[in-house]
């Protein structure tokens, strides 16, 4: 029997590029939102379309400037205290879904 992924299940897919331009996809678990600034949340999906056990990836929500686009770009987060401040907010919001490992 073969499985269909046509449906809900890319409705919480996102697909990025990495710094060599490989397609990466992850699974987008939440938004959060800190200081009047938003940031994603997401767990990276195997080649195999399996979510990886290890390492959620959190980044910045940026608006492009160009006018009437509705794209989003997201960028890495060098501060470590507002990552840590993200990744607590997160663990609070869904800490009876996950199991957190520190």
């Known amino acids: 029997m073969e499985e269909n992924f046509d449906g809900e299940e890319l409705d919480n897919i996102v697909i990025l590029n990495d710094e060599e331009g490989n397609e990466v996809k992850f699974e987008f678990l939440d938004l959060v939102e800190l200081d009047d600034e938003e940031y994603v949340v997401l767990l990276p999906i195997s080649e195999e379309g399996e979510e990886e056990e290890g390492e959620v990836v959190i ?6 400037d160009e006018e009437d686009a509705e794209e989003e770009s997201y960028v890495s987060i060098e501060d470590e205290e507002v990552l840590n401040k993200v990744f607590e907010i ?3 919001k869904f800490k009876d879904d996950f199991d957190f490992v520190d």
């Open 90 to 92: 997160f663990k609070e």
């Open 59 to 64: 980044l910045k929500v940026e608006d492009t």
